[in-house]
């Protein structure tokens, strides 16, 4: 999924809980929906950075030689302008865009 293109916040807002309530009846297993996809983006957009960094690295030893390249740190201003990873699961969960489901615990059979 293209992150850049999301419909979240940059910053925090006031969410209406009653808002998300037909996507689960409890207020924890949301919680805990935002918070997988949110550890999801979050690994997702890190291997993206480093994929871009990986080609400004150089692999020499020498401690004296510490060069800033402006490119590498306009990609990496660039991800930290992105939305968080919390405020992009929130924006998916409200436009239905998560698939989860629940595991209910099977009923013990006794004899």
Known sequence: MDYK???????????????????????YQRVMVVSKRANQIS?????????????FASYTDNLEE????????????????LPKPTLIALQELEDNEIYFRVNEPTPEITE
Request: glycine share 0%.
């Open 43 to 55: 690994v997702e957009l890190k291997q993206e950075l480093n994929q871009k960094l990986e080609e």
């Open 66 to 81: 510490v060069f800033e390249n402006p490119e590498q740190i306009e990609i990496s201003k660039y991800y930290e302008r």
């Open 5 to 27: 293109k999301t419909k979240a916040p940059l910053s925090t807002i006031t969410r209406d809980l009653t808002v998300t309530e037909d996507h689960t009846d409890n207020i």
